[in-house]
C-alpha cells in the first residue's frame, strides 16, 4: 500500500500555464507538507497544513496556492507558470505538527518550457 | 542565520570500505536532527532523528551521532545498495515546526 501518493508523476507544461499537483496520505496523519527540491537538491519548504488548516506559509509567489479537502489530501496549484518554477515538488506527511518524522511521496516532476 | 551544511558533496567508496558524512548546523536551540536517504527518483526515506548532544543511533550499517556543532552519520563496511543521497535537516527549538534541509551527500559504494 502506498503511504504518500503524488500525481502526476511528471508534468511537462508551456509558460503562463495553470496546473494541479494532487497528493493523498493513507497514514492516517494530521499534518501535510509541500516541498520544492531544486537541482541543488536543497528541500524548501512551501505550506504546512494541519487538520486542513495551513501553519506554515513560506515566501512563495501567489500564484502557488494548497488546497486540503480534508487531512488525507492537500493539492497544490500553480498559476501562470514560469520558467523557475520547473522542480521537483515532493509531498509529505507527519503524525501530527509536533511529530517530526516526515513520510515523503515520490516527488512531482515539473518542467516548464 | 539558521543553517545546514553537509560534507562531502560527493563521496565514492568500495565495497566494505567504511567512512563518514558529515552535517554541521548553525541554529538558534536545537530541536532535534534528522537524517534521511534519498534514492534516485525517490522521496527522502527517514533514518534517524537525535536530539541532544552524545546521543547515537544505529540501523543495520549505518551509526548517527551528534554533537553541539554537528552530526556524523557513520557507515560501516558499505554495501552497493547503500548508495544514496544522505540529507540531514534540522528543527529550531522555538520553530513553527519547519526543518531546515542540507544540500545532501551523494554517496557511491562501487562493488
Not at chain 1, 59 to 78: C, E, G, M, Q
Not at chain 2, 2 to 26: F, I, K
Not at chain 2, 38 to 59: H, I, N, R, V
Request: a neutral charge.
Amino acid at each position: 500500500d502506498t503511504a504518500v501518493s503524488q500525481t502526476p508523476k511528471y508534468l511537462v507544461t508551456q509558460m503562463g500555464n495553470d496546473k494541479s499537483i494532487k497528493c493523498e496520505q493513507n497514514l492516517g496523519h494530521d499534518t501535510m507538507y509541500w516541498y520544492k527540491q531544486d537541482s541543488k537538491k536543497f528541500l524548501k519548504i512551501m505550506f504546512s497544513y494541519n487538520n486542513k488548516e495551513l501553519i506554515i506559509n513560506e515566501t512563495v509567489p501567489n500564484r502557488f496556492s494548497p488546497k486540503s479537502p480534508d487531512k488525507a489530501h492537500l493539492n497544490l496549484h500553480i498559476n501562470s507558470l514560469e520558467l523557475g518554477d520547473s522542480a521537483v515538488y515532493f509531498c509529505a506527511s507527519s503524525l501530527t505538527s509536533t511529530v517530526e518524522t516526515q513520510y515523503f511521496g515520490p516527488g512531482t516532476r515539473l518542467l516548464v518550457l | 542565520e539558521d543553517q545546514v551544511t553537509q560534507s562531502p558533496e560527493a563521496l565514492r567508496l568500495q565495497e566494505g570500505e567504511s567512512s563518514s558524512l558529515n552535517c554541521s548546523y548553525t541554529v538558534s536551540g536545537l530541536r532535534g536532527l534528522f537524517w534521511y536517504r534519498q534514492d534516485p527518483g525517490k522521496g527522502p526515506e527517514f533514518l534517524f532523528t537525535l536530539y541532544s548532544a552524545g546521543e547515537e543511533k544505529e540501523k543495520e550499517r549505518l551509526k548517527a551521532t551528534l554533537t553541539k556543532k554537528e552530526s556524523f552519520l557513520h557507515i560501516t563496511a558499505p554495501k552497493p545498495e547503500d548508495s544514496a543521497t544522505y540529507l540531514c535537516a534540522v528543527r529550531r527549538r522555538d520553530s513553527n515546526y519547519q526543518l531546515i534541509w542540507g544540500a545532501g551527500t551523494k554517496l557511491i559504494i562501487k562493488p
